[in-house]
């Protein structure tokens, strides 16, 4: 980068603090047509591995572009930057250099653009003085038409909760593409959230010790989590596709603050958005939708002419503050007239009005096979009894839970002996998460009338357990289905149960199954990934668990698999 470029920079930069804009760590561009193949001027008989303590990574592929990113141990290191086409560098395809920063924590992310469709391509970064060379990174190309991708699907990585065998499990799978729907790491500290006695004797408590509020803390906590080896290896041989959701910053942000922010105690919650976000652009980057406003993540990846990859920000640009169920119980017990009415407000939103009309732009104009929403939380319309949501953790939860089930089922059989009593007991309904799209049915209705016939594909995350919910409209149209991951390493619902027994699992399971329409698929206790491969007639996704994290030596199964066309 030219001493020009770098003062304009820092010029914009000053601007955008002082006008409380958000300053993103910008990607270096790469656009060097691709001429004759040369050879490596690297002597790597002389560079040992090194340095480069955080790995190599690579993000966004297109057809004619990706992004390479590392970090060096220190600052004002020139680094030489190669990508090949075969893993011994003998036809080097393109090569740069460029100098680190203190400014983004010696981060580099190179943008590679007016690259050939379809490639393989190997990449590795080298510090000529300290004798340094970094681990061999591999990423593609897309495809400008494709018969099929597959992507792996995860998210929920909490350090403190376990090992990283999932991010193991999916380095050494088929996968082409790695997406992350968040909750890259958590911004507690050493033994809060996720740190049990279980886990204690894996010595993965949180770094810095305090929960992160400053860019040096964020900045801390990243290099923690890129230090593990599995995660390393992921990023080393997938390119990801990430979203950030609320742990990057604080839990259950909306646009401005968070349930976890305490701006007496914690100073500005803009500041602290600001911190997390710089660092997360550093160690995260991404391609920019919009060049002259380097904050907006959502954006879209068109993947071979198959796949219309929709990345969705539902958690930071506008969406407005939750509701919460405590506010609506008086002495009568649930208001659900006012619920409903705050949850049906029109000026409620989960996208906010300019990401929203981009959305149904994209929607109604692409004419790709598959249109997914890759983002944070559940999409699909889960209700559940009130009596339920009032039992839950009782003594008599069990039996309450049973009760619900059987006048479930006998309503679904036509039972003539039913009462208006238990059909009001099952039909009195709350949503189950209000911090999901059921707390912004608004948007998500707008969302589904806008398809016109078209159907969605919706990839979330968030609640570290794994679901598939038929999408239906209000109208009871079907528009879709969504894919729900389990998390890599953060609690399920087993946490908030209880218990970890199989059996009381399994029919908690069951009950959830039966008790919401349009739930098919629902695990409540483990943890791994998805693997979603998509054709030109149809979609399977598998759920894939490993058997623990607690022990580096894993197993991984598939435990449910479903076909959509």
């Known amino acids: 980068m030219s001493t020009k470029n770098t003062t304009r920079r820092k010029f914009i930069e000053r601007t955008l603090l002082a006008s409380g804009a958000i300053i993103l760590a910008p990607n270096f561009i790469s656009c060097k047509k691709d001429e004759d193949l040369t050879v490596s001027e690297l002597d790597t008989t002389q560079l040992t591995i090194k340095n480069f303590n955080e790995g190599v990574a690579s993000f966004d592929p297109s057809s004619s572009s990706v992004l390479l990113w590392t970090r060096y141990a220190s600052a004002d290191a020139e680094i030489i930057w190669e990508v090949a086409i075969d893993p011994s560098f003998s036809s080097i395809l393109r090569s740069g250099k460029i100098t680190t920063e203190t400014s983004r924590d010696h981060t580099i992310a190179i943008e590679l653009t007016a690259l050939n469709e379809n490639l393989k391509l190997y990449y590795r970064f080298a510090n000529i003085a300290d004798n340094a060379l970094s681990a061999t990174g591999e990423t593609i190309t897309l495809p400008e038409e494709a018969s099929s991708v597959k992507l792996a699907v995860c998210s929920c990585s909490n350090y403190q909760a376990g090992l990283f065998n999932t991010y193991d499990a999916m380095a050494n799978s088929n996968a082409d593409i790695i997406v992350h729907l968040g909750d890259y790491f958590y911004e507690y500290g050493a033994g809060g959230y996720g740190s049990t006695a279980e886990n204690a004797s894996l010595n993965r408590q949180h770094k810095p010790a305090n929960e992160i509020i400053t860019l040096e803390d964020y900045r801390t906590r990243y290099k923690q989590y890129r230090s593990d080896t599995d995660l390393q290896l992921a990023h080393q041989k997938k390119p990801f596709i990430c979203v950030w959701d609320d742990h990057e910053i604080a839990n259950d942000t909306y646009k401005n603050g968070a349930k976890n922010h305490d701006e007496t105690t914690e100073g500005s919650f803009e500041i602290r958005k600001q911190n997390a976000l710089q660092s997360y652009s550093e160690y995260l980057p991404f391609s920019r939708q919009d060049k002259d406003n380097n904050s907006i993540i959502y954006r879209t990846i068109n993947i071979g002419n198959l796949v219309n990859m929709i990345m969705l920000d539902t958690r930071l640009i506008g969406r407005d503050k939750q509701l919460s169920l405590a506010n609506y119980f008086d002495a009568t017990g649930l208001n659900t007239v006012a619920l409903e009415n705050d949850l049906n407000d029109p000026s409620r939103s989960i996208l906010g009005t300019t990401q929203k009309e981009w959305l149904l732009s994209e929607l109604t104009s692409n004419t790709n096979q598959w249109q997914v929403l890759g983002q944070q939380v559940l999409m699909g319309q889960m209700d559940i009894p009130i ?8 003594e008599n939860f069990a039996e309450i839970l049973t009760e ?4 479930k089922v006998r309503m679904q059989n036509n039972d003539p002996t039913l009462t208006d009593a238990e059909k009001t007991k099952v039909l009195t309904t709350v949503p189950y998460n209000l911090d999901a799209w059921d707390g912004y049915p608004v948007d998500r209705e707008q969302i589904y009338q806008a398809l016109n016939g078209k159907k969605i594909v919706t990839l979330a995350g968030d609640t570290h357990n794994a679901w598939n919910n038929t999408l239906y409209a209000a109208d009871g149209t079907e528009v879709g289905i969504e894919l729900a991951t389990s998390s890599i390493s953060s609690p ?17 399971q069951q009950a959830l199954t039966t008790l919401i329409d349009g739930l098919r698929y629902f695990d409540a206790s483990k943890r791994g990934y998805m693997m979603t491969t998509f054709t030109k007639t149809e979609i399977t996704s598998e759920w894939i668990y490993v058997d623990t994290i607690l022990s580096s030596s894993y197993e991984t199964s598939i435990g449910h698999t479903i076909t959509y066309s």
């Open 387 to 394: 009596a339920m949501l009032t039992a839950f953790g009782s």
């Open 492 to 508: 399920g619902f087993e946490t908030y149960l209880g218990t970890t027994d199989a059996a009381f699992i399994t029919g908690f």
């Open 404 to 407: 619900l089930v059987t006048i």
